[in-house]
């Protein structure tokens, strides 16, 4: 196979290994399989910052998978449960083993502290590395535009009390 | 061309015409036309299976294209109208032919039965055949998050009544 | 590399670049960067017409890229802000440098008169030509299934007052 078929059949499957990373992240937290996620599918090194894409919320910082996995074990699931992710509008660039990329995520879930239906959407900003033959999340940021009770909408109050406390 | 070229293309095309394939299955439910997506897009032994994620409905099966057809067109329409389905979180495996695969719907619609704005999420589960140049389902399983009246909300009453009544 | 190869190759890339074009599309009109969509990714001839998917709004029409970006940053500014569109059930269909396709979009946002959350739901129907290395929009067509206010669900009230007012 010349280098150049090898390349461009390449560069496909890997959008394709990414976009299924993206889906399974969501599987994953939805199931609260924390260590499945953080272990599989996080590189060693792996950062998250997942603040308001306004800048109204300080982002939550993780780096590394034991601060990765208590940010998903501890962080999230302490304030939202019965969570549903979805992601939307993908865009990949892939160079040398390597790749970045953004999309859309929405989510439907419950409020731990008031227990009343929550929504949610932002963007991811994602940094990708191939290790072996996967693909894994070397860094996952979230611009995130609300979380907010489906009650009161996303206009009237755009986050969650509980996050905007730390804000 | 070699063997191993042959099957990454196809796998690749393969991939794209099962997302088509639950794309058609949206524009087809939601447009009313049950004949095409059941005689076009089901293998004639295809089962349909649908029920709640956490166990609380008994599922509603069909197994055949007749059973098949009489769901669609009796079960589902007789329940929901104005339906616009959404997949998401695309999983694909495939093998010699066959394939398996995991995503999300999420829906809006109207209550039958009371005229009220209902929305709705969960998890397909499908397997995939080829036949000739076109996959279709040899069978869906629909765990359910939710299909909940709008102005409830997913958490107050997770399930309309009418499907409650069936658990 | 045959000829055959080739386009099976050059097809698969081709979709990927399609749904990329449907995915930046959602990203630089909530982002308000009008110019920078319709200089680059709209063809100098592009059409845009968006209606209500029952009929009851008649089109708003945009030919050309100057008729185009008013429409936008005009039109569709001028009555809805902090919006996000994502796109699903994408089909694409590939013929000699041309493409055609169909996909869903749903929106959230605020309603510039009223200043209450909207939500929105429709149907893209596409046109693109691939100029050079890039795919554009060589039309536009949304059948919007509702745009309505959050409060009052989809069923009530199907559009905005200021968008029935033009039906």
């Known amino acids: ?5 090898e390349a461009r059949l390449r560069a496909l499957e890997d959008r394709e290994a990414i976009r299924e990373l993206r889906a399974t992240y969501c599987f994953l937290v939805d199931d609260g399989r924390f260590d499945e996620l953080v272990d599989g599918w996080f590189t060693e090194d792996a950062r998250c910052s997942f603040g ?15 601060e990765v996995r208590a940010f998903f074990s501890q962080g999230v699931a302490s304030l939202l449960r019965d969570m ?4 939307h509008n993908h865009r990949i660039s892939i160079e040398d083993g390597r790749a970045s990329g953004d999309c859309y995520f929405e989510l439907t879930a419950t409020d731990v502290a008031s227990g009343e239906d929550v929504v949610g959407a932002g963007r ?8 072996g033959d996967r693909w894994r999340f070397a860094e996952r940021r979230a611009e995130i535009f609300f979380i907010a009770p489906r009650a009161e909408g996303w206009n009237r109050q755009r986050f969650l009390a509980v996050l905007a406390d730390r804000g």
Chains 1, 2, 3 share one sequence.
């Open 1 to 5: 196979m010349s280098e150049e078929l």
């Open 52 to 66: 308001a894409a306004d800048g109204s919320i300080e982002p939550m910082r993780a780096q590394g998978r034991e």
């Open 84 to 87: 549903a992710h979805t992601v």
């Open 124 to 131: 991811y900003i994602d940094r990708y590395r191939r290790e």
